[in-house]
C-alpha cells in the first residue's frame, strides 16, 4: 500500500497562476482533508469531503476550491494564486471521523508564490 | 488568542534525556487528546491519543492530561536521536472539530 501520495512535492507560482494539487489515496477512506502548515500555526483545515462528491469548507477555505470525483482523490484547487498561499499543503485520509479514527497524511507539497 | 496553545520550542536535549512537552487550551468543549509526531520533510503520524485525566504509557511515550487545568503533555523517556521531530498535540471537541497546536520542534543529541 503507497497510503496517501501527494503531486507534486514542489511549486513554484507567479502572483495570478492557478494550479492543481493532487492526492490519491488506496486505503479506502471515506473522509479526505487538506490542510495547510505555516510557521507558528500549526495545521489549519482547508476543505474536507465526507465521501464521493462531497466537499466542506474548513478554518480556511478562501481562495481555495476542492473537487471529490472519486473516492480514492482529492484535488485541491488554486486559481489565482497568492503570495499568502506560500505554505506546505498537507491531505489526509480516514476511514471515518470517529474521534479517534487516526487521520493518515501525506508527504506534503511544497508551494511558494512570488 | 489561539485555542490550543502549544511552546514551539526549539527544543535541545542529550541522549537518554526526559522530553516534556505540553500544549494549554481555554475551551473546556475539547474532550479528546492526540499527539503527533512529524519527522522533517515528512507528514505527521498518530503517536498517541486519550482521552480521560490522568496518565497513558505507550512505551518510552506518556502522555498526560489535566481538564481541570487544561494542560496536556508528552513525555518521551530515554530519548533517543531518532526521536528528533516536531510533536504536535492535537485536540478534538465534543462536535468533533480537531484543533491542532503549532508543534515543538525537538533534537536529540547523540
Known amino acids: 500500500n503507497a497510503g496517501v501520495t501527494q503531486t507534486p512535492k514542489f511549486r513554484v507560482l507567479k502572483t495570478g497562476q492557478s494550479m492543481t494539487l493532487l492526492c490519491a489515496q488506496d486505503m479506502n477512506h471515506e473522509y479526505m482533508y487538506w490542510y495547510r502548515q505555516d510557521p507558528g500555526m500549526g495545521l489549519r483545515l482547508i476543505h474536507y469531503s465526507v465521501g464521493e462528491g462531497t466537499t466542506a469548507k474548513g478554518e480556511v477555505p478562501d481562495g481555495y476550491n476542492v473537487s471529490r470525483l472519486k473516492k480514492q482523490n482529492f484535488l485541491l484547487g488554486l486559481e489565482s494564486a497568492a503570495p499568502s498561499q506560500t505554505s506546505v499543503y498537507f491531505c489526509?485520509?480516514?476511514?471515518?471521523?470517529?474521534?479517534?479514527?487516526?487521520?493518515?497524511f501525506g508527504p506534503g507539497t511544497r508551494l511558494t508564490v512570488l | 488568542q489561539k485555542e490550543v496553545e502549544q511552546d514551539p520550542g526549539p527544543l535541545s536535549v542529550p541522549e537518554g534525556a526526559i522530553v516534556s512537552l505540553n500544549c494549554t487550551y481555554s475551551?473546556?468543549?475539547?474532550?479528546?487528546f492526540m499527539w503527533y509526531r512529524q519527522y522533517s520533510r515528512k507528514g505527521p503520524e498518530l503517536l498517541m491519543y486519550?482521552?480521560?485525566?490522568g496518565n497513558k504509557e505507550d512505551g518510552r511515550f506518556t502522555a498526560q492530561v489535566d481538564k481541570s487545568s487544561k494542560y496536556i503533555s508528552l513525555f518521551i523517556r530515554d530519548s533517543q536521536p531518532s526521536d528528533s521531530a516536531t510533536y504536535l498535540c492535537a485536540l478534538i471537541r465534543n462536535d468533533y472539530k480537531l484543533s491542532f497546536g503549532a508543534g515543538t520542534t525537538v533534537t536529540v543529541r547523540a
Open positions: 475551551n473546556s468543549a475539547f474532550q479528546y
Open positions: 486519550t482521552y480521560s485525566s
Open positions: 489526509a485520509s480516514s476511514y471515518t471521523s470517529g474521534v479517534f479514527d487516526e487521520q493518515f
